[in-house]
């Protein structure tokens, strides 16, 4: 049986999951549970979107077959709260600006783990560093489940799918896209490039859009996602970014390819 954890508001890259796992020949259970614990922001956490009807109604029609949507008191009473090693996962990127985001996500996903027993669980590229975090704790702490990632779901104009896109206006979705342009700019430049001249070249896309603020546009091994300075014999780099734009943080990342 195959788990698909999510917080619900679910949308085309949710569904995506889902799909991949039914067509993996699973049984699929999918969680919506808006997860206190990986909130460092508690405005953040008030405003995240939450539809649980039109998500069932969703789930019912791509055809999941389980839905498990617990409450905090009932997921986390009689757990104490651990600190898992996650290597150097916790001092990069996202662990840097969300001081203890990923703890509260393993936490959750052993959590979930817990109830559900699944074979496997799928998790999207879209959150590049969580998919790491999970799949370094699944296999340091040996856990028996299999952690599958699946390929980022993007609108026709390339913006990546995300529950908080909703909290943009027209013009902050807009303005939005050039996190797209510069992953692509870094696509283009990479390996021609040194690594410092593709992050500048990407970080130029970005300060043409003035209102988004850029928290980081990096360069990482796609394994370890630890920041590279050298493409060495790499074949493929991630290309990580996290901006604000409006009241949303957004990230995204992109595969470079030799
Ligand atoms: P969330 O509800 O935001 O916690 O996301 C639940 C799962 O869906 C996570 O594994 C995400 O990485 C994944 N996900 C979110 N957005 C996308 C997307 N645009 N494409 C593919 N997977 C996604």
């Not at 996202?94 to 203890?100: D, M, T, V, W």
């Not at 993007?154 to 939005?176: F, K, P, T």
Request: a negative charge; one cysteine or more.
């Amino acid at each position: 049986m195959a788990l698909v954890p999510t917080m619900g508001a679910l949308h085309a890259g949710h569904l995506h999951l889902v799909r991949s796992a039914l067509n993996a020949g699973h049984a699929v259970a999918v969680s919506i549970f808006v997860n206190p614990l990986q909130f460092n922001d508690p405005k953040d956490l008030a405003a995240y979107p939450r539809t649980l009807e039109s998500d069932m109604a969703l789930l019912r029609e791509v055809g999941c077959h389980m839905v498990f949507t617990p409450n905090a008191e009932s997921l986390y009473t009689g757990f104490n709260i651990r600190h898992y090693q996650l290597g150097g996962l916790d001092s990069v990127f996202e662990a840097a600006s969300r001081p203890g985001h990923f703890q509260g996500v393993v936490n959750v996903v052993e959590r979930l783990f817990h109830y559900v027993r699944p074979d496997v669980a799928y998790f999207g590229e879209k959150d590049r560093q969580q998919l790491a975090v999970v799949q370094h704790v699944a296999r340091t702490m040996l856990w028996p489940e299999r952690i599958v990632g699946v390929p980022t779901v993007r609108a026709d104009d390339g913006l990546a799918l995300s529950s908080r896109n909703v909290r943009l206006s027209i013009n902050e979705r807009a303005q939005a896209l050039v996190l797209y342009r510069a992953l692509r700019k870094a696509a283009e430049q990479a390996f021609r490039s040194t690594p410092a001249e593709t992050v500048q070249a990407a970080a130029d896309i970005m300060a043409t859009e003035p209102a988004v603020a850029l928290d980081y546009f990096a360069l990482a091994d796609p394994a370890t996602l630890e920041p590279i300075t050298d493409w060495e014999d790499r074949t493929e780099v991630v290309a990580l970014v996290a901006a604000q734009v409006g009241p949303v943080r957004l990230i995204d990342n992109y595969t470079l390819s030799r």
